[in-house]
């Protein structure tokens, strides 16, 4: 197992599992926080959230398989394959349990593992997460996604990609945009397909059967999420619904400090909660 270090006690290495080697980042030590990204990004989204969470949990960021440096899975992708990816991982680094954090199509994985194996899951964080029901596959069947752009030899296809982004990203942050392109970049063709994936799951099915405790972040900014925010929120009961005043469609690495402080006191009181359970 390689390991790599780098800036602010964050760890990255390679990790083999039954489904193909996972990269992840890590930070911190105690009770396991794993950090799922939104397509067509990587562990880079969590970057700077790593070392701040990393402070009280054993924070992980992993690559979903097909992403980032994490291998692609043979057969075709879908969340609960990217869902089984990351049980793997957890089994990989025997962490039996563990709080999910997942943004956009990460929060769909989360949900995914809380639903099918919920004795693993301790508590769930859902930032920006879609809706996906009949109706929203309906609407999605056949239709272009927003980083479906064909790979043209002028390199054009990289503005249009830019273009297609750059309205919900912050105007005066070059920085979020390009590490958006060089994770989809690295993601190739699945950079389109995974939206597409999202569209395909049967969420209704599963978010009845989510009994852990669970919070749901809604980024003000976010037009394609921050509407059914309370949609996500009342089919989970119990849940927690949050906004979060101008965060975007890049939440966790446009307000880091903001997204930690979130996921962290809703992990913390869950933790103490589990701990006073067992004293």
Not at 226 to 254: C, F, N, T, W, Y
Request: aromatic fraction near 6%; charged fraction near 20%.
């Amino acid at each position: 197992m390689s390991v790599t270090r780098t800036g602010s006690n964050v760890e990255r290495r390679f990790v083999t599992t039954p489904l193909g080697r996972i990269h992840v980042a890590m930070a911190g030590t105690g009770f396991p926080v794993l950090l799922l990204h939104q397509t067509p990004r990587s562990w880079d989204e969590y970057r700077d959230v790593l070392p701040l969470l990393g402070r009280d949990f054993r924070a992980i960021a992993m690559d979903t398989l097909g992403f980032g440096d994490s291998a692609s899975p043979a057969g075709d992708p879908s969340i609960e394959l990217w869902a089984e990816g990351a049980f793997a991982l957890l089994d990989a680094l025997e962490e039996p349990r563990a709080a999910i954090v997942g943004h956009h199509t990460g929060a769909v994985i989360a949900i995914e593992m809380a639903a099918s194996v919920p004795a693993r899951v301790s508590a769930l964080v859902l930032s920006a997460c879609p809706f996906v029901d009949a109706a929203r596959r309906a609407k999605h069947h056949g239709t272009r996604v927003i980083d479906d752009v064909e790979a043209r030899t002028d390199g054009a296809h990289l503005t249009e990609l830019w273009a297609r982004r750059q309205p919900f990203y912050p105007a005066d942050d070059i920085d979020l945009l390009q590490r958006f392109v060089v994770d989809a970049l690295r993601a190739g063709e699945m950079a389109a397909e995974g939206h597409r994936v999202v569209n395909r799951y049967r969420m209704e099915d599963r978010l009845g059967q989510i009994h852990c405790p669970t919070l749901v972040i809604a980024p003000t900014g976010d037009p394609h999420v921050h509407p059914v925010a309370p949609k996500v929120a009342g089919a989970i009961e119990g849940s927690i619904l949050r906004e979060l005043s101008g965060g975007m469609v890049p939440l966790p690495d446009q307000m880091p400090e903001a997204f930690a402080g979130l996921v962290r006191d809703f992990v913390a009181a869950q933790t103490a909660k589990i701990q006073t359970a067992k004293t």
